[in-house]
């Protein structure tokens, strides 16, 4: 599955991860994991979870990959933190300043 994540065409596999989402508007941001991220992902663009449904349509804006779900369960936790939060959000910043630069 082809997914375009910070402005770049990623394959994306069906193994364990950790993932952000973002909504249309910018304004919210979706942490998860997952034990096969093409699956989730396919759920969240249906409308199966509960948090994201009435917030569609989403970017994923970040993801990596673990070798078991527990791992990516950690890197969820830690993305949900305070200092996971600000971690993300300069991630993100970054990503959009360097997407700025190449137009």
């Not at 759920?43 to 990959?65: F, I, M, Q, S």
Request: hydrophobic content about 35%; some cysteine; proline content about 3%.
């Amino acid at each position: 599955m082809q997914e375009v994540v910070s402005g770049a065409i990623t394959v994306i596999e069906p193994k364990p991860a950790a993932y952000v989402l973002l909504n249309a508007a910018g304004d919210y941001l979706y942490k998860g994991s997952c034990r096969d991220l093409v699956k989730r992902l396919a759920d969240h663009r249906a409308g199966r979870v509960a948090h994201t449904k009435n917030r569609r349509p989403l970017t994923l804006v970040y993801h990596e990959y673990h070798e078991t779900y527990t791992e990516a369960r950690q890197r969820e936790n830690f993305l949900k933190s305070g200092q996971g939060r600000k971690w993300l959000k300069d991630y993100i910043a970054r990503v959009a300043k360097w997407q700025t630069q190449q137009t």
